[in-house]
């Protein structure tokens, strides 16, 4: 294997807070509330730290999930087989965006609606279309909020929830930041919903394969999720891009990241050849 360069951890932050094109993804847990409705308060902390960082210059991609949570609130039906969570998904994303919209007019500001599959981002021409929306949609000073079009996809739905989608569109579109919230906010040596004693991990790098074990061991039906979490982050950090889990409750994560703090945890990116 050829020489992995790794930054330290001060430089890696330095190279987040400088960053001029972010993806920031929001996961369903951290846009619905315990009765799987959008929680509104939740989506208006969330847009407040997208605007300070746009305030910045930054240049913020959304992606969010959300809409199978919001479906199944806004209709109250079960998502027992994979067509009824397809469906549900249909029902939740406008309402998803409705919220999305009437929070960012806060600040006079417009949205667009991308629904993806990853086989849009691995065609050429359509991922060539992708780009061209995006570019023009941030020269419009538009904030994109790009979904998985779960009425289509399934391997999306099934794995990942827009963890690995979020992570291929910061690959694709060569951004200079991923920042995954969650309601966990990082990496921990165990689950943190169960073991009090876990730890949360400040930095991967070098001891990713430690940390990937930790997390197939704390894994569970209701943890599962944080290993995608993971895998984004890995992915991007190996095309050189620092990538960051971090806390959405506390509704100032972005801010944070945007002036150097250590913020939940961080991945360092890797420059030069690597064995994947």
Known sequence: M??????????????AAGAERVVVKAGTNSLTDEDSLIDRSAIDALVDDVMRMIDRDVDV?????????????????????????????????PQLMRHY??????????VAQLLL?????DHPNRFA??????????????????????????????????????????????VDLLVTLTDVGGVYTGNPKVDENAERIEVVGSNYDEVEALIDES????????????AGARAASEHGIPA???ASASGDALQRVATGDAVGTLFLPINGDHDG
């Open 2 to 15: 050829s020489e992995i360069a790794l930054p330290t951890a001060s430089e890696a932050r330095r190279l």
């Open 61 to 93: 991609i959304i992606v969010s999930s959300g809409a199978i949570g919001a479906g199944i609130g806004h209709i109250a039906h079960s998502h027992e087989s994979l067509e009824e969570s397809q469906a549900l998904s249909t029902v939740g994303q």
């Open 101 to 110: 919209a009437k929070s960012f007019e806060r600040y006079d500001r417009q």
């Open 117 to 121: 599959t990853q086989a849009d981002l």
């Open 129 to 174: 279309n992708f780009q061209n929306t995006i570019d023009t949609l941030l020269e419009w000073d538009v904030v994109p909020i790009i979904n998985e079009n779960d009425a289509v996809a399934t391997q999306e739905i099934q794995i990942g929830d827009n963890d690995m989608l979020s992570s291929s569109v910061a690959i694709g579109l060569g």
């Open 219 to 230: 894994s569970t039906a209701t943890f599962g999720g944080i290993r995608t979490k993971v």
């Open 244 to 246: 960051i889990i971090a």
